[in-house]
């Protein structure tokens, strides 16, 4: 759609919200940029437009809105399903996410990363891989960069390398990478996306656009995404931490290797690189098949997926004190991720859970302390249902805390010597911080404060 002179309306004043007012004025659209928190000042959104120009809303919105309106572009933070989107749904006025609106002006090719786990590991390892062959490379997306922010940078040879969440991939049309993943599928979010069916089918958009000449990277050990091999549109390249694929990257040993059905050759050893546990050798078994779909030679592949370094709220040491060990896995925020981070730890462990209720059921998260977890300290939303959990399993060792600060003294007072204690606490952080970066940066300096 061509969208100078089209008046827009974007909803959000986020990072996605901001990207996309910058995008559209550079294309000459007239903007109107909306957002439903009245406690929102008119003030600091236009600090954050930083010169650019559009008409603010905040709160209630116009009853006639509709009709003025060519386009409405959304964050991924804002429900399809919200009053608002409906009234223009019904107006039928073009809805569009902020990824479709960016994807309209990417002139180069794009690599895309969906699924419930490992989706930032993957990405920024896919993105260093491929920064490493072409200088034009763009790493945008859930990963925290705004893809309207950087589109107008592609050209003919450049890469997107994006990281796609399911929010962003409910208001995709035309979006259309030339390489897509879908690293695995399992409960999250259901809050928003109500069925577990209605979720895969939304990550399963991803490859929605694409066809046999592109490439859909599918992990073989979940059982959806190997049901969803057989109807993908795009050329399927299979990953596996447990057996060989016709086609594509898996574990065996110690090793990791690639067949192309013909040739099979090993990539590296899992001691020759920084990060650990399966979870991670899948994601790194993602990137090479994504990679190496993407033409990028191996000996580039090989030689940075050895650099990589896990990234910040992922399992990350934080320090020893009284010899108790420390870790920071903020990022746990469902509770698979959780489990692989629990599954990782190799001392008697003081658990921290508990956060925002996104309709996650707590049992596998239970059932994982394994006599391996002495103690859960709860704290937010999910506390008391996370105790529920813990008495159907007979675990009784948990207390609950107020506030990060609490659970720290808590944990410090209860370790004994060579335990660790691990915050990943198998739910989103909002509620009580603003994001999981900012609960696990809290986590740090209360650990470095003892
Ligand atoms: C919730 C979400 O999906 N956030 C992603 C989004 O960040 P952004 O800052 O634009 O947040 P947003 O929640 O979409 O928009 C926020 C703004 O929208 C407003 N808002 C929100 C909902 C609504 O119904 N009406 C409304 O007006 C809020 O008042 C707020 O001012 O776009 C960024 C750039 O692409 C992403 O990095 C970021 O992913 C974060 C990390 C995330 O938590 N993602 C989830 C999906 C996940 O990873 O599991
Ligand atoms: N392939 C994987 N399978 C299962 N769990 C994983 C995988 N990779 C990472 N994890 C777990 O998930 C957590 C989040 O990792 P990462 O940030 O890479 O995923 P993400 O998909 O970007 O998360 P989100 O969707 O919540 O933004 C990690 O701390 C780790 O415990
Ligand atoms: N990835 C978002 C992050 C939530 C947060 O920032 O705490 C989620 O799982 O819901």
Known sequence: MELNNKKVM?????????????????????????????????????????????????????????????LLVISPGVPVDSPIVEQFKKAEVPVWGEIELAYNYDKGRIIAITGTNGKTTTTALVGQIVKAYNEKTFVVGNIGNSYTGEVLNTSNDSYTVAEISSFQLETIHKFHPVVSAILNITPDHLNRHHTMECYSKTKENISMNQTKDDVCVLNMEDEELYRFGSECPAKVVWFSSKRKPEIGAYVQGDDIRYTDGTTDELMLNVHDMNLLGTHNYENVCAAIAMTKAAGIPDDIIVQQVKKFKAVEHRIEYVATKNDVWYYNDSKGTNPEASVKAIEAMV????????????????????????????????????????????????????????????????????????????????????????????????????????
Do not use: H
């Open 10 to 70: 974007v909803v959000g004043t986020g990072i996605s919200g901001i990207g996309a007012i910058d995008l559209l004025n550079k294309a000459g659209a007239d903007c109107i940029i909306y957002d439903g928190n009245e406690k929102l000042s008119r003030e600091d959104i236009s600090k954050k437009l930083k010169g650019n120009k559009a008409e603010i809303i905040i709160g209630k919105l116009p009853e006639d809105i509709t009709n003025q309106v060519d």
């Open 347 to 450: 001392r008697p462990t003081i658990l921290i859970g508990g956060g925002y209720d996104k309709g996650s059921e707590f049992d596998m998260y239970v059932k994982a302390f394994k006599g391996k977890v002495k103690k859960l300290v709860l704290i937010g939303q999910t506390a008391n249902k996370i105790a529920q959990t813990c008495d159907k399993y007979g675990f009784k060792d948990y207390v609950f805390a107020n506030d990060l600060k609490e659970v720290v003294d808590i944990c410090a007072a209860s370790a004994d010597k060579g335990d660790a204690v691990l915050l990943s606490p198998a739910c989103a952080s909002w509620g009580m911080f603003d994001n999981y970066e900012q609960r696990g940066d809290m986590f740090k300096q209360y650990v470095n404060e003892l």
